[in-house]
């Protein structure tokens, strides 16, 4: 069982910086492939980034390529997402997960979202 606790959400003004973290109790971190999904009103939830178990190999959405940066820490049981040059439609809600699956498809553990909203 892994349990997820995401933090670093805000507002924040169009072409602003935020940095979400998330961190994973339990001791099997490192095992597991780790993503950030986002949830815009009205829209399915959609990848956004996602990170090999050894931190190595990185996957990111078209949308996001060149702004957002995916980082782990597996000494901190910790997922980061850098998100530079922010727009409006990266508004939503931001989730955390752990999984076996790679790149994307189904994710074993989520967290309980952070919302971020940048304003235009």
């Known amino acids: 069982q892994v349990q997820l606790v995401e933090s670093g959400g805000g507002l924040v003004q169009a072409g602003g910086s935020l940095r979400l973290s998330c961190t994973a109790s339990g001791r099997t971190f490192s095992r597991y492939n780790m993503g950030w999904f986002r949830q815009a009103p009205g829209k399915e939830r959609d990848v956004v980034a996602t990170?090999?178990?050894?931190?190595?190999?990185?996957y990111y959405a078209d949308s996001v390529k060149g702004r957002f940066t995916i980082s782990r820490d597996n000494a901190k049981n910790t997922v980061y997402l850098q998100m530079n040059s922010l727009k409006a439609e990266d508004t939503a809600v931001y989730y955390c997960?752990?999984?076996?699956?790679?790149?994307?498809?189904?994710?074993?553990?989520w967290g309980q979202g952070t919302q971020v909203t940048v304003s235009s």
């Open positions: 990170i090999r178990w050894s931190g190595g190999v990185t």
């Open positions: 997960a752990a999984g076996s699956s790679w790149p994307v498809g189904e994710y074993d553990y």
